[in-house]
């Protein structure tokens, strides 16, 4: 049975990093998917909207087809559909075959996202001690090898189908193949359904559906204005303007790889106010920074204060609702992508309206207020993550060998 659970872990793992990789590469090629299309500068950001709101609309589906189909079976097809669309944006001609293509993008990856965190969260239970941070690590780690891809697809000047094809050949049979050992665990056995009272389960999971908007705030705010920060506030080169989002990155896995230890060891609780306390700190230092190697700790230690946030509300969801983490997860997900989508227009309008450097300051406020609602992240019945780890379960519930 520890070998179902390790298989799962690691078929899980994978999934989440094909997803940072398939991800890094759309986003990093948007000016040149932008110029192959001829896609205008007031057009562009309507194709930009149009993924987050999407995703939002087939995470709320994923809820309701959770219900009839297991969320392995979700992911497993939903995935390779990110992956053909990927390579469909890189080599149509038209701007009705992109719009199709980020269309199904946009609807597939609410999906995946989605289903991803259900069995992120339900592996978690049956291991009974954190490891949800272990999954997002993954996701970063495909984002880095994903951006250095797209930045060598660039440097060659290589169409975009060239650049994706590669990518998609190898991600989208490995996936397949090792979405057959997913593992679908049982809802975890709760005094008093709270999932079934819809108002209810609302009004709880507000506070971490504020904290998630709040920390995708943060993270697009690094994603989309880190560089032109750099260089048109701090003044720095056009070369060093690109490393910022890179040193982000690479902070955020490092963050991952070691935070599930923090959460064994000093809780869920305490490791959300001390990145809560981190992701400000680098806000204040990048508003306050008075050149670039200044701001670019800044943009480090927003790298290590955020990357916490978003596994933890994930896993918090799962266990303030044990038994409906499904639908709490994929209403919790939706509000990723309210904060992609409030982030860039934010800062942008503050910093055209205002300054840059007091616009920095508005995701640093949104984020402490991730402080007053840190006892949402307390452990719950199954108590792992506050020094107090459950035995493993021998009850992993479905596996996922048969289509």
């Avoid at 192959?36 to 950001?45: E, Q």
């Avoid at 097809?77 to 993008?105: C, I, M, N, R, T």
């Avoid at 660039?154 to 057959?180: D, I, K, M, Q």
């Avoid at 701001?295 to 994930?314: E, S």
């Amino acid at each position: 049975m520890t070998d179902v659970l390790r298989r799962g872990r690691a078929s899980l793992a994978f999934s989440f990093f094909a997803q940072g990789a398939t991800f890094a590469l759309l986003v990093t090629r948007i000016p040149a998917i932008q110029d192959r299309y001829g896609v205008s500068d007031a057009l562009l950001p309507v194709f930009l909207a149009a993924v987050p709101i999407l995703a939002g609309v087939g995470s709320v589906t994923t809820e309701q087809l959770v219900k009839r189909t297991r969320p392995s079976r979700l992911l497993r097809w939903s995935q390779p559909v990110v992956l053909l669309a990927l390579l469909g944006a890189g080599a149509g001609g038209h701007v009705a075959e992109l719009a199709v293509a980020l269309g199904a993008f946009g609807l597939a990856v609410g999906a995946l996202d989605a289903s991803m965190n259900m069995l992120g969260v339900s592996l978690q239970r049956s291991y009974g001690r954190s490891i949800m941070l272990s999954f997002h690590a993954a996701y970063s780690l495909g984002g880095i090898l994903g951006a250095s891809l797209a930045w060598a697809g660039a440097h060659w000047h290589l169409a975009l189908w060239v650049s994706y094809l590669p990518v998609v050949a190898v991600l989208l049979p490995a996936t397949l193949v090792g979405s057959r050992w997913y593992v679908d665990g049982d809802p975890a056995p709760a005094g008093e359904d709270q999932g079934q009272a819809g108002g209810l389960v609302f009004k709880l999971l507000l506070p971490l559906c504020l904290v998630m908007t709040f920390a995708y705030i943060g993270d697009s705010t690094v994603s989309n204005w880190s560089a032109k920060y750099l260089k048109d506030v701090l003044g720095s080169s056009e070369q060093l303007a690109t490393v910022p989002y890179n040193v982000y990155m690479a902070t955020t896995l490092l963050g991952r790889a070691i935070g599930d230890l923090g959460v064994r060891r000093f809780g869920a609780v305490a490791v959300v106010r001390l990145g809560t306390l981190v992701a400000a700190g680098g806000f204040a230092v990048v508003a306050s920074a008075p050149g670039a190697w200044v701001g670019m700790l800044g943009f480090t230690l927003l790298g290590l204060g955020l990357c916490v946030l978003v596994p933890q509300t994930f896993a918090a969801a799962g266990r303030l609702f044990p038994g409906a983490s499904d639908a709490a997860i994929a209403r919790l997900n939706i509000f990723n992508y309210v904060g992609f989508l409030i982030g860039s227009p934010l800062v942008g309008a503050l910093g055209d309206a205002w300054s840059y450097r007091g616009a920095m300051l508005v995701p640093m406020v949104l984020v402490l207020v991730t402080l007053v609602y840190a006892r949402s992240f307390a452990a719950q019945p199954d108590r792992y993550g506050g020094g107090h780890e459950r035995p493993r379960t021998a009850d992993v519930g479905r596996g996922s060998n048969g289509l």
